[in-house]
Protein backbone atom coordinates (compact mmCIF):
# COMPACT_ATOMS: atom_id res chain seq x y z
CA UNK A 1 0.00 0.00 0.00
CA UNK A 2 1.54 3.17 -0.85
CA UNK A 3 0.92 6.58 0.81
CA UNK A 4 0.93 9.80 -0.46
CA UNK A 5 3.75 10.27 1.88
CA UNK A 6 7.13 10.58 0.09
CA UNK A 7 10.54 9.68 2.24
CA UNK A 8 14.16 10.77 1.86
CA UNK A 9 15.00 7.55 0.81
CA UNK A 10 13.47 6.93 -1.83
CA UNK A 11 12.55 3.27 -3.91
CA UNK A 12 15.60 1.34 -3.47
CA UNK A 13 17.64 0.65 -6.65
CA UNK A 14 19.00 -3.09 -7.51
CA UNK A 15 22.54 -2.91 -6.92
CA UNK A 16 25.49 -5.44 -5.88
CA UNK A 17 26.35 -5.40 -2.50
CA UNK A 18 29.19 -6.88 -0.22
CA UNK A 19 28.52 -8.20 3.82
CA UNK A 20 29.87 -5.31 6.08
CA UNK A 21 28.74 -6.21 10.25
CA UNK A 22 28.29 -3.35 12.53
CA UNK A 23 27.02 -3.24 16.07
CA UNK A 24 24.73 -0.14 17.18
CA UNK A 25 22.02 0.98 19.84
CA UNK A 26 19.25 -0.82 20.69
CA UNK A 27 17.52 2.62 20.12
CA UNK A 28 19.32 3.12 16.88
CA UNK A 29 18.19 -0.20 15.56
CA UNK A 30 14.41 0.54 16.88
CA UNK A 31 14.49 3.62 14.89
CA UNK A 32 15.47 1.47 11.44
CA UNK A 33 13.07 -0.98 12.22
CA UNK A 34 10.03 1.73 11.84
CA UNK A 35 11.75 3.36 9.11
CA UNK A 36 11.90 0.30 7.22
CA UNK A 37 8.00 -0.48 7.94
CA UNK A 38 7.32 3.43 6.91
CA UNK A 39 9.20 2.30 4.05
CA UNK A 40 7.94 -0.51 3.17
CA UNK A 41 3.96 1.01 3.75
CA UNK A 42 5.20 3.89 1.22
CA UNK A 43 6.59 2.02 -1.71
CA UNK A 44 4.92 -1.30 -1.28
CA UNK A 45 7.81 -3.56 -1.08
CA UNK A 46 8.75 -5.62 2.30
CA UNK A 47 12.28 -3.82 2.81
CA UNK A 48 14.23 -4.41 6.65
CA UNK A 49 16.91 -2.05 8.37
CA UNK A 50 19.50 -4.23 7.33
CA UNK A 51 18.33 -3.94 3.44
CA UNK A 52 18.10 -0.05 3.98
CA UNK A 53 21.53 0.82 5.45
CA UNK A 54 23.62 0.63 2.72
CA UNK A 55 21.46 3.06 0.67
CA UNK A 56 21.08 5.53 3.98
CA UNK A 57 24.92 5.37 4.13
CA UNK A 58 25.63 6.11 0.63
CA UNK A 59 23.27 8.69 0.42
CA UNK A 60 24.55 10.27 3.20
CA UNK A 61 27.71 10.10 1.70
CA UNK A 62 26.35 11.36 -1.44
CA UNK A 63 25.08 14.59 0.57
CA UNK A 64 28.15 15.32 2.75
CA UNK A 65 29.71 18.36 1.01
CA UNK A 66 33.05 18.03 3.23
CA UNK A 67 33.42 14.42 1.50
CA UNK A 68 32.43 15.03 -1.93
CA UNK A 69 35.06 18.81 -1.84
CA UNK A 70 37.65 16.37 -1.03
CA UNK A 71 36.86 13.74 -3.58
CA UNK A 72 36.26 16.67 -6.21
CA UNK A 73 40.16 18.11 -5.31
CA UNK A 74 41.56 14.36 -6.18
CA UNK A 75 39.25 13.54 -8.83
CA UNK A 76 37.88 10.54 -8.19
CA UNK A 77 34.64 9.65 -8.88
CA UNK A 78 32.19 10.09 -5.55
CA UNK A 79 30.10 7.31 -6.36
CA UNK A 80 28.44 5.18 -9.31
CA UNK A 81 25.78 5.89 -11.37
CA UNK A 82 23.16 3.74 -9.40
CA UNK A 83 23.74 5.87 -6.56
CA UNK A 84 23.54 9.43 -8.52
CA UNK A 85 19.25 7.89 -8.70
CA UNK A 86 19.55 7.67 -4.44
CA UNK A 87 20.22 11.00 -4.40
CA UNK A 88 18.20 12.21 -7.29
CA UNK A 89 15.43 10.53 -5.47
CA UNK A 90 15.73 12.31 -2.39
CA UNK A 91 15.57 15.20 -3.83
Known amino acids: MSTNRQL???PLPKT?????????????KAELD???ALHAQT???AVDA????????????????GFRRVHAKRKTPL?????SDVVEAME
Open 8 to 10: RLG
Open 50 to 65: ATLIPHMLEAFMARDR
Open 34 to 36: RYA
Open 16 to 28: ESVKLTFSCSVTL
Open 79 to 83: ASAKS
Open 43 to 45: YGE
